[in-house]
């Protein structure tokens, strides 16, 4: 496998990309689907932003360094990474802010129809928003709906307003066909929420082309953004007329520098802007946005599909794919940029295997996540930490009271 993994190297039209990440010494990150590596230009942002905008230019970096125009300058590096036209992607919030917002504003343009619909196996987050959402509506107003992954298209009717569906199942790695639902959903006239937490910078993404109502997305995953570094909302050209959302702050004002005491909401995806967003954040995720202007997204979907294959064949090789069975769906093109194994000791294998300079991710219950991120990871190191695996395992290494400490984040 080691002169597979060579070959496969050598033939890496994205190999390049490592370079522009600052990557610990001996570690193999295969964490990029959780907290993507500092980028170097991110590095340089850093220290510039602190230093000589924060720190000598002051209050004049709002005109001078355009800190106020980084939302939708952030929001326009993003957009065509998921398949976006420009003016109807912007950075603001979290997630699960943005989710909130983007909800409230769909429900209202469903008069008549109470039901959000989203999958029980997807992120904690989604499902939360929609319960407190339905708290403070009220039940005849939003209504939580869960189903299984399996039939979400059989479940679609007349009843439900908001479809709300992560593209990429965080757990299992398992991708949804947009079109295809988005299709469905509308010809019943629901409005589709997609979250593509694990879909921006892992895989091309198609809104427009596939005509999604509204998206969310972070930031700190596979684009490299920093650690709680700006989400993102995506709003249709079509829907920015009508769709209005909750969190009328003066950052998404009209005018908001001629303080008035009426809002009235920005043009666009504009009034998705709350309060004053967080300018170092902002300028770090800037940068770090920069590495993708030469990618070739079709490049890392082709290069993730390789590594997740070949990284399945290394567990066959070394006789672990029994012990460790995968849950992620068989086929490639049916995953996005990650996979799950499932075992009964998860944590401390994965507690283990980092011990050991390799970096993945559990997720409750028993699973071990590993994701791959084709701009800075190599084959050679996918063998490698495959190799360590093996051997922890061979060893039972990960049964060692040590490893089983449940740390606070996992
Ligand atoms: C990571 C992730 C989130 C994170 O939400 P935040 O509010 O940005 O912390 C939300 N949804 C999904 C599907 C995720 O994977």
Same mark, same amino acid.
């Given at each position: 496998?080691?002169?597979?993994?060579?070959?496969?190297?050598?033939?890496?039209?994205?190999?390049?990309?490592?370079?522009?990440?600052?990557?610990?010494?001996?570690?193999?990150?295969?964490?990029?689907?959780?907290?993507?590596?500092?980028?170097?230009?991110?590095?340089?942002?850093?220290?510039?932003?602190?230093?000589?905008?924060?720190?000598?230019?002051?209050?004049?970096?709002?005109?001078?360094?355009?800190?106020?125009?980084?939302?939708?300058?952030?929001?326009?590096?993003?957009?065509?990474?998921?398949?976006?036209?420009?003016?109807?992607?912007?950075?603001?919030?979290?997630?699960?802010?943005?989710?909130?917002?983007?909800?409230?504003?769909?429900?209202?343009?469903?008069?008549?129809?109470?039901?959000?619909?989203?999958?029980?196996?997807?992120?904690?987050?989604?499902?939360?928003?929609?319960?407190?959402?339905?708290?403070?509506?009220?039940?005849?107003?939003?209504?939580?709906?869960?189903?299984?992954?399996?039939?979400?298209?059989?479940?679609?009717?007349?009843?439900?307003?908001?479809?709300?569906?992560?593209?990429?199942?965080?757990?299992?790695?398992?991708?949804?066909?947009?079109?295809?639902?988005?299709?469905?959903?509308?010809?019943?006239?629901?409005?589709?929420?997609?979250?593509?937490?694990?879909?921006?910078?892992?895989?091309?993404?198609?809104?427009?082309?596939?005509?999604?109502?509204?998206?969310?997305?972070?930031?700190?995953?596979?684009?490299?953004? &920093?650690?709680?570094? *700006?989400?993102?909302?995506?709003? @249709?050209?079509?829907?920015?007329?009508?769709? =209005? #959302?909750?969190? $009328? %702050?003066?950052? &998404?004002?009209?005018? *908001?520098?001629?303080?008035?005491? @009426?809002?009235?909401?920005?043009?666009?995806? =504009? #009034?998705?802007? $709350? %309060?004053?967003?967080?300018?170092?954040?902002?300028?770090?995720?800037?940068? @770090?946005?920069?590495?993708?202007?030469?990618?070739?997204?079709?490049?890392?979907?082709?290069?993730?599909?390789?590594?997740?294959?070949?990284?399945?064949?290394?567990?066959?090789?070394?006789?672990?794919?029994?012990?460790?069975?995968?849950?992620?769906?068989?086929?490639?093109?049916?995953?996005?940029?990650?996979?799950?194994?499932?075992?009964?000791?998860?944590?401390?294998?994965?507690?283990?295997?980092?011990?050991?300079?390799?970096?993945?991710?559990?997720?409750?219950?028993?699973?071990?996540?590993?994701?791959?991120?084709?701009?800075?990871?190599?084959?050679?190191?996918?063998?490698?930490?495959?190799?360590?695996?093996?051997?922890?395992?061979?060893?039972?290494?990960?049964?060692?009271?040590?490893?089983?400490?449940?740390?606070?984040?996992?």
């Amino acid at each position: 496998m080691q002169a597979v993994a060579k070959k496969l190297d050598e033939q890496d039209c994205l190999a390049s990309f490592r370079e522009q990440f600052c990557l610990p010494e001996g570690v193999i990150y295969l964490d990029g689907n959780s907290l993507g590596p500092l980028p170097v230009a991110a590095k340089q942002r850093a220290v510039e932003v602190v230093t000589q905008q924060w720190g000598q230019d002051l209050i004049t970096s709002w005109n001078k360094h355009a800190w106020i125009d980084l939302p939708q300058q952030c929001g326009e590096q993003i957009a065509p990474l998921i398949g976006a036209a420009p003016g109807q992607v912007i950075c603001c919030d979290s997630i699960s802010v943005n989710l909130f917002k983007v909800l409230s504003g769909a429900i209202r343009m469903q008069p008549g129809r109470r039901k959000v619909m989203t999958t029980s196996d997807n992120f904690p987050t989604d499902i939360y928003t929609i319960e407190g959402l339905s708290e403070q509506l009220g039940e005849d107003r939003c209504e939580l709906v869960l189903v299984d992954e399996e039939s979400i298209e059989a479940m679609l009717d007349e009843s439900i307003a908001v479809l709300l569906l992560t593209q990429v199942n965080f757990r299992s790695g398992r991708l949804l066909d947009m079109k295809e639902i988005t299709r469905t959903a509308h010809a019943k006239g629901i409005l589709v929420v997609w979250d593509l937490a694990h879909s921006a910078g892992a895989l091309p993404v198609h809104l427009d082309a596939h005509e999604a109502d509204f998206a969310v997305g972070c930031t700190y995953k596979y684009l490299n953004g &920093g650690p709680g570094a *700006p989400a993102f909302i995506y709003v @249709a050209k079509r829907h920015q007329q009508q769709f =209005k #959302q909750p969190v $009328s %702050g003066w950052m &998404g004002h009209a005018s *908001p520098f001629t303080f008035g005491s @009426a809002y009235a909401p920005a043009a666009g995806v =504009k #009034q998705n802007l $709350s %309060g004053t967003p967080a300018v170092i954040a902002m300028s770090v995720l800037e940068a @770090a946005l920069s590495v993708w202007k030469d990618v070739d997204i079709l490049q890392v979907r082709q290069k993730s599909m390789a590594m997740g294959e070949f990284f399945l064949e290394c567990l066959r090789v070394l006789e672990l794919d029994s012990v460790l069975p995968c849950v992620s769906p068989s086929a490639a093109k049916e995953r996005g940029s990650q996979l799950a194994f499932r075992h009964e000791h998860a944590y401390a294998i994965c507690q283990a295997w980092i011990e050991a300079g390799v970096v993945a991710d559990f997720r409750a219950p028993d699973r071990l996540r590993v994701g791959f991120a084709p701009l800075y990871i190599s084959f050679q190191a996918v063998w490698e930490a495959c190799e360590k695996l093996k051997c922890l395992i061979e060893e039972q290494r990960y049964l060692e009271a040590r490893f089983r400490l449940q740390q606070t984040v996992t």
